[in-house]
């Protein structure tokens, strides 16, 4: 298991919604030993983007879903989940409908 202060580089995959944000990119690196710290990392190059993701006290938007390699962060450590170098992680907005 990786040490949380050691950081990681990842992969951060978009939806096609907020690709736009990022310079119509599907993916971006990232740098941080966890979720937030790899988020922030993103936020400094696309603040907009991360405004989507974030609250503007640091939380998980609602009707966002998040997935380090297929795990729902909010069933693990939330934004504290640790992140290795390599991984992927998936930014979901949830689908609502009637």
Known sequence: MQDASV???????????LQPL????????????TVAEALADLGGSHPLLLSRILTRGGQLRPHVNLFINERDVRSADGL?????????LLVVPSVAGG
């Not at 950081?7 to 919604?17: F, N, Q, R, S, V």
């Not at 504290?80 to 390599?86: C, F, I, L, M, Y």
């Open 7 to 17: 950081p990681a580089t990842i992969t951060i995959e978009l939806p096609a919604a």
């Open 80 to 88: 504290a989940t640790v992140v290795r170098p390599g991984d992927t």
């Open 22 to 33: 990022a310079g119509n990119a599907m993916a971006l690196p990232a740098t941080g030993a």
